[in-house]
């Protein structure tokens, strides 16, 4: 699976919008950009994923440039509970498992 | 949905002890997943289960690593004799084992090795 690079931590004011940047430079056509995320003590949650065009859930929207080498995680409004550890993952087409890095620590203060 | 289901959420044991995780995956998930997560780290696969029979356990220490999902449905994970190293949180996931279809994690087991 591509390798992803992501800022170690970020901060957004409560009610403005996040996003989360992700390289992926070395991403190739069968792979797919997953994010999840990881509140304190929690197991990690899912939250979207792409492999070329924008997604956009109840929960965040997905942004990925034309060439697929980077993309971005918004969260539009940013809540105090949106405080967590955000991953953005690469994944084979085929594949199953994820292979988590060490993420963003997304901070949202009042 | 329910989700999935781990036990106990705490664990403290001394090294050279064993010490056993469960998990109930959601229902109809054909494939699981054992993940360990040390402080300050991402998951690291351990294992990954499609039914009954393993994927891969390629990063599994098996020397004292064991984990089986029998009946393929629940799942144990089992740590003899544990080491201090081995102190992080177990994470269980679980997926319908189609391709691309979201994991969906546990809240994990913390264990600590005294």
């Known amino acids: 699976d591509a390798k992803t690079t992501q800022p170690p931590s970020m901060d957004c004011a409560e009610g403005r919008a996040a996003n989360l940047p992700c390289n992926h430079s070395?991403?190739?056509?069968?792979?797919?950009v997953y994010w999840y995320r990881q509140i304190h003590s929690q197991g990690p949650q899912y939250i979207i994923h792409?492999?070329?065009n924008n997604e956009t859930n109840e929960m965040a929207s997905l942004i990925i440039t034309e060439d697929r080498k980077s993309s971005t995680l918004i969260l539009p409004h940013a809540t105090l509970r949106d405080t967590a550890v955000y991953y953005c993952?690469?994944?084979?087409?085929?594949?199953?498992?994820?292979?988590f890095g060490k993420g963003t620590s997304l901070l949202v203060t009042p | 949905e329910a989700g999935v289901a781990q036990s106990p959420r705490y664990k403290i044991i001394e090294k050279r002890q064993s010490v056993a995780f469960w998990c109930n995956p959601i229902?109809?998930?054909?494939?699981l997943y054992w993940y360990q997560q040390i402080l300050g780290q991402g998951p690291k696969l351990l294992i990954q289960?499609?039914?009954?029979?393993?994927?891969?356990d390629s990063q599994l220490p098996k020397d004292r690593f064991s984990a089986e999902r029998l009946k393929g449905v629940d799942s144990t994970l089992k740590i003899q004799p544990a080491k201090l190293e081995d102190s992080a949180v177990y994470l269980c996931?679980?997926?319908?084992?189609?391709?691309?279809?979201?994991?969906?994690f546990g809240n994990g087991t913390r264990l600590t090795v005294t």
């Open positions: 996931a679980s997926s319908l084992g189609q391709n691309n279809s979201p994991l969906h």
């Open positions: 070395t991403i190739s056509g069968n792979e797919y």
């Open positions: 792409g492999l070329k």
């Open positions: 993952i690469v994944r084979v087409v085929s594949g199953y498992a994820l292979n």
């Open positions: 229902s109809g998930h054909a494939t």
């Open positions: 289960f499609q039914n009954n029979g393993v994927v891969d």
